[in-house]
């Protein structure tokens, strides 16, 4: 049985501060999975315009998520790191799919639902379809393994059920066109053309929540900057923020059992073992029984010994504009031609007339 060529895929959209919850449940995980994958990262762009649609620094918020990848360690000459509107058959296959998915889907998704608010009825349309741009996003590549944080879990649910009903619908052309690849779903073998994407999510910092409130997650819309540490917050900041951060009044437990019904003792435990690449347990063997007030200036220096130096490299990476922008138009073209023979396949399936 053939199979789909292993292939990562993930994207961040270039809105707002980067904050810690963006670099431990995703950045991080990508710069990690260069070392044994092939891997695309890349700045939407086009899904900035679905909760707002002007901008006035859209290109220059684009350069910054770009040197955060690179200033993260991401190896742009290994890899392909490219923003989403140099590539046009994104929003190509986004069509294809909008006519796939199905409107109950998509205004089930709690983001939809979240961001829209009780004005509905206002809310863009991009907005509502955004998860079907998501899904084109990663099939275009037809990408095995999707890093997010848990945010993201149901976007991805979603990209497998469009995968799996464009393979359903279409499986008679799949195959007279001798194109797909056989593959196992549950129990059973079935030709299909896009991969049932498996989604990267997990370890301690899948979901990093606001310093200011245990049940929120950190986020770059939340109108208060001491809810969440930025990329490029300087030393003084990062630790002003976690000494500000919310707690309860006991010391910290010995075991992660522990943690239960205390959101926000959870939360700073889970951005220590994140930032240090440990586990909750090792981080409580070590800091079982000791107060916030000896915690969160450890946490504090850990913050800033692993951030910093990103900032700093950030910096000076954007100073060099034409290097940023010859990244991304490098990696645009070669994004372009793998998109454009999915393309093909597609259209030819779709039974659109292509000359
Ligand atoms: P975005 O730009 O909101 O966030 C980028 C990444 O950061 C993760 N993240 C978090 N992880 C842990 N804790 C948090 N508090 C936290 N906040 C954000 C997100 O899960 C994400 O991995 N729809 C996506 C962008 C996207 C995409 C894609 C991702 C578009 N197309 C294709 C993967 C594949 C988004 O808005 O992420």
């Known amino acids: 049985m053939s199979s789909f060529k292993p292939l990562v895929f993930s994207g961040v959209q270039p809105t707002g501060n980067l904050h810690l919850g963006n670099y431990l449940g995703a950045i991080k995980k990508f710069v990690a999975l260069q070392d044994t994958n092939d891997c695309i990262y890349c700045v939407v762009d086009l899904h900035s315009l679905t909760a707002q649609l002007v901008h006035d620094d859209l290109e220059d918020q684009t350069r910054q998520i770009t040197a955060a990848f690179l200033a993260a360690g991401i190896n742009p000459k290994k890899h392909i ?39 509905r009825e206002n809310a863009s349309l991009g907005l509502l379809a955004y998860p079907s741009l998501m899904a084109a996003d990663i099939l275009l590549y037809r990408a095995t393994h999707v890093p997010v944080g848990e945010d993201q879990k149901q976007h991805l649910e979603l990209t497998r059920d469009i995968a799996q009903k464009f393979n359903n619908d279409f499986s008679d052309r799949i195959a007279a066109k001798g194109l797909g690849v056989e593959m196992k779903v549950g129990e059973e073998i079935v030709r299909g053309y896009f991969p049932i994407t498996e989604p990267v999510i997990g370890g301690p910092a899948a979901r990093i929540m606001s310093l200011r409130d245990g049940s929120k997650k950190m986020s770059k819309s939340d109108p208060s900057d001491l809810s969440r540490i930025n990329l490029t917050d300087d030393a003084d ?50 800091f079982g029984g000791t107060q916030f007030s000896v915690f969160k200036p450890a946490l504090a220096e850990l913050a800033v010994a692993k951030l910093a130096p990103i900032a700093g490299e950030m910096r000076r990476i954007l100073a060099d504009r034409a290097y940023v922008d010859g990244v991304l138009s490098d990696g645009g073209a070669k994004a372009g031609a793998l998109a454009e023979a999915t393309m093909k396949d597609v259209r030819s399936i779709v039974g659109l007339q292509q000359g």
């Open 237 to 286: 900041t990062m630790a002003k923020k976690i000494k500000k951060a919310k707690t309860d009044p006991d010391a910290l437990p010995s075991e992660v059992k522990g943690l239960e019904g205390r959101p926000e003792a959870e939360n700073l435990v889970g951005i220590y073992a994140g930032l240090a690449d440990i586990s909750k347990e090792q981080v409580l063997k070590d």
């Open 81 to 119: 790191v490219f923003n989403q509107s140099r590539v046009m058959q994104h929003a190509e296959l986004a069509w294809i799919f909008n006519c796939v998915a199905r409107i109950g889907w998509m205004s089930r998704m709690t983001q939809f639902k979240d961001k829209a608010g009780k004005d």
